[in-house]
């Protein structure tokens, strides 16, 4: 029997297969003691399956690239946190094999992150992750993980790490859906990287019979459970209506009536720029630098490493535009050499621009490597800070590219609700702003984006976080600057169209978006969008605001 069920989609495309579920398997180990002289040979083991695996995450890093990179890293970094592996050890001289201390020590880790904030209880699954890859390691048992299949399948799991979902075989799994996660989790984000149709926050879909046939509409957010010949058929046509559309579009990025709109690409690093180029990308909205540091969480990567790295990006934008972020540690992304003691609630602590204020050098050496990556290219270069609070840091950091001879537009992320409410007075320092709307909505409504039962809060349809993209484009037009969007919510076609309407000057998002994206605007006036907009500012709600939305567009 045919049975719709409704998630988040995150990922466009329709995929339709078989149900695989991911691999599980309990990976507790027993808890019987060891003698004491079998000490160092436990603490030997417990190093060698932690700097094994994590290598291997770098390793996968490294094959994946971009986004994936920047997230595995990060996880191999957790994998070997020295207050970690000091309590392994203690509970090791316990008597405790390096299996349970190691599920014991990560598992204590666990509550803490549980309990100590939404921000970090997202990251519990990244934790588990790396727990379970070092337990089977000294188990001597296979990591649970993506099933083998020879025919092509649809994912279902309760949620992926980045780790599997960095390294899916597009060609083999055709879609994923998941009961956790949300539309700004990082497997969302690396799927859309991916251009693997998926939907995440569909509560029960674990309890999907093995080879249930379903199809995935990742745009909508619908599950088919045991679709008809009809409703395959349905699908059939409108996956090939869009493809048509899709390539029917080309070009820069414009409304129907010619309003441009340029359509630009985030990029964690130079793997990504392939991508971008491919998808027609107008240039970089948002080009993360945090891989860089993550290789080393000891120091900053030198002036030449940086320099180099940077080049390769601007390059390829020959007379494009590029808008780099400068560093973003701390809160999910903690450095040693960067990240404060510890915190009641890092999120709402020292991260972004309030790190590198506190460490002038590092920002510095990043300012001069841009300025001399730059040097001789056409390329349009804009610096831009994250977690811009107000005047005085706008005007902290402006002070900072001028010391460095920086010869670029400075700019500021907005992120917090107070650089959106003030964002007129933000803008006499700087000369741009970027709306960062997956943060944006996490402080709006104090909604996690990696936890799934606050998803509905996540939603970038929220009038509320509207009114706050509108009163930053507002800001920008009276003072004749720019304001883009640079979160996820760019990469929803309908509501590209709305952010055109509210006044956003320019889009940048995954590359696998930019068609779908500049296939939207192509079918509307600017007028059009400026009445959707309104729409769906007047609007009560996230649902309520995308079919206010969705009625004006389609001409209801």
């Known amino acids: 029997m045919e ?20 691999g599980t398997a309990v990976l507790e180990p027993s808890a019987d003691q060891v003698p004491g002289q ?10 060698q399956a932690v700097d094994a695996v994590a290598a291997d995450l770098v390793a996968r890093g490294n094959l ?17 946190d020295p207050e970690l592996a000091a309590d ?22 666990r509550e803490l992150l549980a309990a ?61 859906i998941t009961e956790e996660g949300g539309p700004t989790s990082h497997s969302a984000i690396l799927a859309r990287a991916l251009g693997v149709p998926a939907v995440v926050a569909l509560p029960g879909v674990g309890e999907l019979a093995e080879g249930t046939v379903v199809a995935v509409d990742g745009s909508t957010g619908e599950v088919t459970v045991n679709p008809s010949g009809e409703q395959r058929a349905a699908l059939a046509r409108a996956a090939e209506e869009r493809r048509a559309a899709l390539a029917a579009s080309t070009g820069p990025g414009a409304t129907s009536d010619g309003h441009k709109v340029p359509l630009l690409a985030n990029i964690g690093g130079p793997a990504d720029v392939a991508g971008a180029l491919e998808a027609g990308a107008e240039g970089v909205g948002l080009f993360r630098t945090e891989f860089l540091f993550l290789d080393d969480s000891e120091r900053a990567p030198s002036l ?22 400068v560093l973003d540690a701390g809160a999910d992304k903690p450095l040693a050499f960067l990240s404060p003691g510890e915190e009641p609630n890092p999120a709402l602590g020292v991260r972004g621009l309030r790190t590198l204020l506190d460490h002038p050098e590092v920002l510095d050496t990043q300012l001069k490597a841009l300025a001399a990556a730059a040097e001789g290219l056409p390329v349009y270069l804009e610096v831009m800070a994250p977690m811009v609070a107000d005047r005085a840091d706008a005007k ?27 964002a007129r007075s933000v803008l006499q320092e700087v000369e741009f702003l970027s709306l960062g709307t997956n943060d944006l909505a996490q402080y709006t409504f104090a909604a996690d984006r990696q936890v799934g039962a606050v998803s509905r809060l996540q939603d970038p349809w929220q009038p509320a976080l509207l009114d706050l993209v509108s009163l930053s484009a507002e800001a920008a037009k ?48 600017l007028a059009q969008c400026e009445r959707a907009a309104a729409a769906a500012r007047a609007a009560e709600s996230a649902e309520e605001a995308r079919a206010a939305a969705e009625a004006v567009l389609s001409g209801e």
Do not use: W
Request: glycine share 10%; with cysteine; hydrophobic share 50%.
């Open 64 to 80: 994946a690239g971009g986004e994936a990179q920047a997230v595995l890293e990060a996880q191999a970094l957790m994998a070997q």
């Open 116 to 176: 100590a904030g939404a921000y970090l209880a997202g990251r519990v699954a990244d934790l588990d992750d790396v727990r379970n890859r070092i337990v089977a390691r000294l188990l001597g048992v296979p990591m649970p993980g993506v099933p083998d299949s020879d025919e092509p399948f649809v994912l279902v799991a309760r949620d992926l790490a980045p780790a599997d979902t960095a390294l899916l075989d597009p060609a083999l799994v055709l879609g994923f």
């Open 396 to 422: 902290a950091f402006a002070d900072a590219c001028r010391a460095a001879g920086l010869r670029a537009k400075f700019g500021a992320m907005v992120e917090i609700p107070s650089a959106a409410l003030r």
């Open 478 to 525: 009276a003072e004749g600057k720019s304001c883009g969007v640079c979160g996820e919510a760019a990469a929803d076609p309908l509501l590209a169209c709305v952010l055109t309407g509210l006044g956003v000057t320019s889009l940048s998002m995954s590359a696998s978006a930019i068609p779908y994206v500049r296939a939207a605007l192509a079918r509307h006036t």
């Open 304 to 325: 030449e490493t940086q320099t180099a790295t940077y080049r390769q990006v601007l390059e390829a934008f020959p007379e494009g535009r590029v808008v780099v972020r």
């Open 38 to 47: 079998d000490t160092e040979r436990e603490n030997a083991r417990a190093k």
């Open 88 to 109: 392994v050890a203690r509970r090791v001289a316990g008597g405790s094999t390096a299996e349970r201390a190691v599920y014991d020590a990560f598992g204590a880790y």
């Open 3 to 22: 049975t719709m069920l409704q998630g988040v989609g995150v990922s466009h495309g329709v995929a339709i297969g078989e149900v695989r579920h991911m």
